[in-house]
């Protein structure tokens, strides 16, 4: 069975300190991982998935399959950040059976 | 494009009870999912349809039903409420061919079994 763990509730921060929000999976495949966020009174998004490699508003997440981590990073955080960080895997077979994490709330201090 | 509809917002319903919820994929979608987010707890998938037929499923009992329409416009229905179904119901969207992992959320409906 598939499952995404994220360790920690709540995760605060100061203005311009490092961010890493932390992911752990089980998955017997080779899974696809994304992170999703939600910010307040928004719907819940799409971030970024680990096959683009890319960045988005700064944030990079590298999957690590001998620790099988996927954890979130941002070098500084921004007030803006604060918001609900929901890590998922994936199927990737094709479907889109996404299994989520319990999530972890940035809130970010300035 | 408003992107992903749901309907109604919020639902109050009586144990035992019968539930039907909508969802309207955004423009050019052809797949839709269903989670279920109890509270403090993240998404949890329930059943996903494409051309009109559930492809995939989550652990969720059989009073958990659906439907995908031929607009591809959804419904979940849920039979025989308990207390444990309340929730916040989630319906995502996606274009298979394209980027199938690209789902598009709804704003959900809360549902509340008294």
């Known amino acids: 069975a598939q499952r995404v763990t994220q360790p920690e509730k709540l995760l605060s921060v100061f203005k311009g300190a490092p961010v890493e929000l932390k992911c752990n999976y089980s998955y017997s495949g080779s899974p696809e991982l994304f992170w999703y966020v939600q910010y307040s009174r928004q719907r819940l998004q799409l971030l970024l998935r680990h096959i683009s490699r890319e960045s988005i508003k700064g944030f990079t997440a590298d999957l690590n399959k001998g620790e099988t981590s996927f954890h979130l990073k941002k070098p500084f955080a921004q007030e803006e950040d604060s918001a609900m960080y929901y890590c998922a895997l994936a199927d990737s077979g094709g479907y889109q059976k996404v299994t989520f994490g319990t999530g972890t709330k940035l809130q970010v201090i300035p | 494009d408003a992107g992903v509809t749901q309907s109604p917002t919020h639902l109050i319903k009586t144990r035992g009870q019968q539930v039907t919820l909508r969802c309207s994929p955004k423009?050019?979608?052809?797949?839709v999912s269903w989670y279920q987010q109890a509270l403090g707890q993240g998404p949890q998938f329930i059943f996903q349809y494409y051309e009109e037929e559930e492809r995939q499923r989550g652990n969720f009992p059989d009073r958990f039903s659906g439907h995908q329409f031929p607009n591809y416009s959804s419904e979940l229905n849920v039979n025989a409420l308990l207390l444990g179904d309340s929730a916040l119901y989630l319906c995502?969207?996606?274009?298979?061919?394209?980027?199938?992992?690209?789902?598009?959320f709804g704003p959900g409906t809360r549902l509340t079994v008294t």
């Open positions: 995502a969207s996606s274009l298979v061919d394209r980027n199938p992992y690209e789902q598009y």
């Open positions: 423009s050019g979608h052809d797949t």
